[in-house]
């Protein structure tokens, strides 16, 4: 997908790069880069650590979600359970933690879908996908200041909220059409036990 070689008259390099400002874990950066013409332009982007997202399945076929606040956008969205990669964490430890902390759910298998990168015009941050079945409800452990309220819904509930505009988390949406062309057979998983 990416080649530089084939990719040379497209591709960008940096000149300077200046970290404009460092949070907690969000970084953003100003860089000055090279155009393929020979021209050069500014590129301001978010630095982030990376993050998964959880698809879990229950047995009778519904799927847990989440509703939380979400800041930014002032109001409360629904999501698929999801979550920072923290430093040297591996992805499948973070998803396995990000379900039982946000759910109270343990999986007993795992499959690793793929990665989406969900602002690439002004962030580098990738978010894994796993789907989790074999689910067992057990005790939930949010962050502190973290609240959200965990529910269920089916395949279809969840198709028809993105239908009306209900459902707009573009990382949700994105496990909703993994999820869709695994049912119809179309897109591979390949299931693990939990480590």
């Known amino acids: 997908m990416d080649d530089p070689e084939v990719d040379a008259h497209l591709r960008e390099r940096t000149l300077q790069s200046t970290r404009v400002y460092q949070g907690h874990f969000l970084e953003v950066r100003r860089d000055t880069v090279g155009l393929p013409d020979g021209g050069t332009a500014h590129r301001e982007y978010i630095v982030h650590p990376g993050a998964v997202v959880v698809v879990p399945l229950l047995d009778d076929g519904r799927l847990v979600v989440e509703r939380q606040y979400r800041y930014p956008l002032g109001r409360v969205m629904l999501e698929f359970p999801a979550g920072k990669i923290d430093p040297n964490e591996a992805p499948l430890t973070c998803a396995m933690r990000e379900l039982t902390e946000e759910t109270g759910y343990r999986a007993a298998q795992w499959a690793r879908a793929g990665i989406l990168h969900n602002a690439v015009a002004y962030s580098n941050e990738g978010i894994e996908i796993w789907f989790a079945r074999g689910l067992t409800l057990g005790e939930q452990h949010l962050d502190a200041g973290e609240f959200l309220e965990v ?31 695994w049912q119809k057979g179309e897109w591979a998983l390949h299931w693990q036990a939990a480590p």
Do not use: P, V, Y
């Open 151 to 181: 529910t269920t819904a089916t395949f279809d509930e969840l198709m028809q909220m993105a239908g009306t505009g209900e459902l707009t988390d573009a990382k949700s949406l994105i496990c909703l059409l993994w999820l869709q062309n």
